[in-house]
């Protein structure tokens, strides 16, 4: 089974900043299944991310995946209000699982 | 438009069942895996259970294996998840969802609540 690591934790920023996410599999994912989502308290999960580097239907473009084999990363060029909430990256293309989350909070 | 609707969820006693389902709408659902994801108050994520679209590839976490069974009706576009042997810790929003193994967007519902308590 896969095990993706995600990190930081936490990651403070102040809006207008940039976000720098990582998501770290055990084994190489292949065909790029790899996938972010966006969770605010008490909302389901929202997918910002599949593929790997494909924006979701509706994602506004400062939402930008990278990465192949073992090391992604999701950046959010410039972090408005409205991001502030966890990020989960998840495989799916042999294991199906999810990373544990970075929280991304108000400096 | 894609569409997944969960229902069934409720509040049920430890040692309880439910059968939570799943209504799809707006693609070939005979086409895809199906999965059940959870998570509980405050925790992350949890892939519970995915069925291959001709059902002969079922998974399980090893946290349900044994109480929990998966099935699919492709004629009604619905997938079900029957929750046996109920514990507190299965509390949990589960999530229907698309998937695994599509290079296709990913596509989740809204979710439906679970609670095991006396």
């Known amino acids: 089974e896969i095990v993706l690591t995600q990190s930081p934790g936490t990651l403070s920023l102040s809006p207008g900043e940039r976000a720098t996410l990582s998501c770290r599999a055990s084994q190489s994912v292949g065909s790029r299944y790899l996938a972010w989502y966006q969770q605010k308290p008490a909302q389901a999960p929202r997918l910002l991310i599949y593929?790997?580097?494909t924006r979701a239907t509706g994602i506004p473009d400062r939402f930008s995946g990278s990465g192949s084999g073992t090391d992604f990363t999701l950046t959010i060029s410039r972090l408005e209000p409205e991001d502030f909430a966890v990020y989960y990256c998840?495989?799916?293309?042999?294991?199906?699982?999810f990373g544990q989350g970075t929280k991304v909070e108000i400096k | 438009q894609v569409q997944l609707v969960e229902s069934g969820g409720g509040l049920v006693k430890p040692g309880g069942s439910l059968r939570l389902s799943c209504a799809s709408s707006g693609f070939t659902f005979s086409d895809f895996y199906m999965s059940w994801i959870r998570q509980a108050p405050g925790k992350g994520l949890e892939w519970v259970s995915y069925?291959?679209?001709?059902?002969?590839?079922?998974y399980y976490a090893d946290s349900v294996k044994g109480r929990f069974t998966i099935s699919r009706d492709n004629a009604n576009n619905s997938v079900y998840l029957q929750l046996n042997s109920l514990r507190a810790d299965d509390t949990a929003v589960y999530y229907c969802?698309?998937?695994?193994?599509?290079?296709?967007?990913?596509?989740w519902g809204r979710g439906t609540l679970v609670t095991v308590s006396s």
């Open positions: 998840q495989e799916y293309g042999s294991s199906a699982t």
């Open positions: 969802a698309r998937g695994p193994f599509s290079r296709l967007q990913p596509y």
């Open positions: 069925i291959r679209s001709s059902g002969d590839n079922i």
């Open positions: 593929g790997a580097s």
